[in-house]
């Protein structure tokens, strides 16, 4: 149980507005020195996500409730939230339960990463100029809380969605996911180490966005991130060691016109580096994000 002081006791017991609370957070936050890249990018923001989660209100209903005043017992819930936040130093997400991925809401629980992929926005897209055609079958490749093989279904209604990771604890938050939003008649869950117990059959899109932090940056990352499944995150000395083997086996599982999509973050230079031979498209991302890149089966041909 972690400790900090009584709410009582301390100077938030004079807060009353919602508006003050998220004032009062964030300055705490900023002064905790906290880290903020799991759905927020600054302090306010973060505590307004906490805040709001705590009354049961929504971001867009900020404006006309900011000036509502708390009750004693919504006091202690936000208090407590903000304290475990500074304390634990754990992702918002972790705290409520919940993230947002593509515009749609995902149970997540510390066995899984917190959904904040740039992928999000060429779903959007519909992999836009890159896919060719609607896909029939989509395979979301680790997939943790399901959220982009579902925010997949969710753009292709009429295809079916296998999701996969070697994470027994994420299949089980995937799951729930695929029950939550209602997809279980098309969207199914299957523990795989990479593609290897991967039912055959081939994919007209397979997306991933598989561990590659490089050791060097995972030792470096702060306390937020080190709160995470590390299995999720860490492969190898370079980040690569799940895209390389992705790279050599993916195309036996593609379509003649399919696709593949990945996300490499920072190693997308030593990717580039230890395939020169392979011409990666890594798409300009309009809502941030970087080392994402799009490959065809053809262009897997290449790895020679």
Known sequence: M??????????????????????????????AGLYFGHGTDNAW?????????????????????KLAKLTSSEKKLVYRLFMRRIHECVPAAYLTGVAWFAGLPYKITPDVLVPRSPVA?????????????????????CTGSGCIGLACAHQFPEAAVLLSDISPAALNVARQNIEFHGLSDRVHAVESDGLTQIPHQTFDLIVSNPPYV??????????????????????????????????????????EDGLLVVEVGNSWVALEQAFPNVAFTWPELENGGHGVFVLSKAQLADLG
């Open 121 to 141: 926005e060429l779903i959007q897209n519909a992999f836009e100029p890159w896919l060719s055609h609607e896909p029939r079958n989509i395979l979301d490749l």
């Open 214 to 255: 490089d050791k060097e940056d995972l030792a470096n990352m702060p306390r937020e991130y080190h709160a995470e499944p590390e299995i999720g995150l860490a492969s190898g000395d370079d980040g690569l060691n799940f895209t390389r083997e992705l790279l050599k086996q993916a195309g036996q599982w593609l379509t």
């Open 45 to 65: 923001d973060e505590a307004a996500v906490l805040a709001l989660w705590a009354i049961d209100q929504t971001w867009d209903m900020y404006e006309q409730i």
């Open 2 to 31: 972690t400790n900090f002081p009584d709410f009582a006791q301390s100077e938030a017991s004079e807060l009353e507005t919602i508006l003050d609370w998220i004032r009062w957070g964030s300055s705490q936050f900023t002064q």
